[in-house]
């Protein structure tokens, strides 16, 4: 049986705290998740009211273990104010790897934040779960996304994955990007 977390792990960059989500990031989260043109990437609709958010955000909250997923609020630390949201999911402990998942506040885009998070998040999986590969599912068309994954050394591995997500009565299709953390020996 997986061990409960006890204190969930703070993450801190020169800008950022991150922090586990809490619901007092609902309102703050909606301008993510309720976001069609954002969430048109997203293998979930765009929220329409925040009591959908509201829903999100106690899920991304919900964690028992660092075997299932993690999620962080991203936080300004100059105004104490919640700017987006990373996670890990689909963590494979055995196999050294996981996926991540991302997303910012469009009027904080463009700033390096999604950047720095992602960074903080990559150090906390290598240097806490050590983990090998790390995999970011991207829709062919989230050219900021993938700029954002190459500047952090991940490579496009193929696709696009055709149908790979479900989002009501359509399918989308992703490209796999991977980062290897090289300071490990491969078989």
């Not at 069609?36 to 293998?43: C, S, V």
């Not at 970011?136 to 993938?146: M, R, T, V």
Request: glycine content about 6%; hydrophobic content about 40%; aromatic content about 8%.
């Amino acid at each position: 049986m997986a061990k409960t977390v006890k204190t969930f792990p703070t993450l801190t960059t020169k800008r950022l705290n991150m922090r586990r989500v809490e619901p007092r990031d609902a309102i703050a989260l909606h301008t993510c998740f309720g976001d069609h043109e954002a969430m048109r990437f997203w293998n979930i609709p765009a929220s329409t009211a925040v009591r959908d958010t509201e829903k999100i955000t106690a899920w991304l909250g919900k964690t028992s273990s660092p075997y299932d997923h993690f999620a962080w609020a991203i936080v300004d630390r100059s105004n104490d104010q919640c700017v987006g949201m990373v996670n890990y999911h689909h963590r494979e402990a055995r196999d050294r790897r996981l996926e991540i998942g991302y997303i910012v506040a469009r009027k904080h885009q463009g700033k390096g934040i999604g950047t720095e998070a992602v960074q903080a998040l990559l150090d906390y999986c290598t240097d806490k779960l050590d983990v090998h590969r790390v995999d970011a599912l991207i829709h062919p068309d989230n050219i900021a996304s993938i700029r954002l994954v190459k500047r952090l050394e991940f490579r496009c591995e193929g696709g696009p994955l055709t149908d790979y997500w479900r989002l009501g009565d359509r399918y989308l299709s992703v490209m796999i990007y991977a980062r290897i953390n090289l300071g490990v020996t491969t078989l």
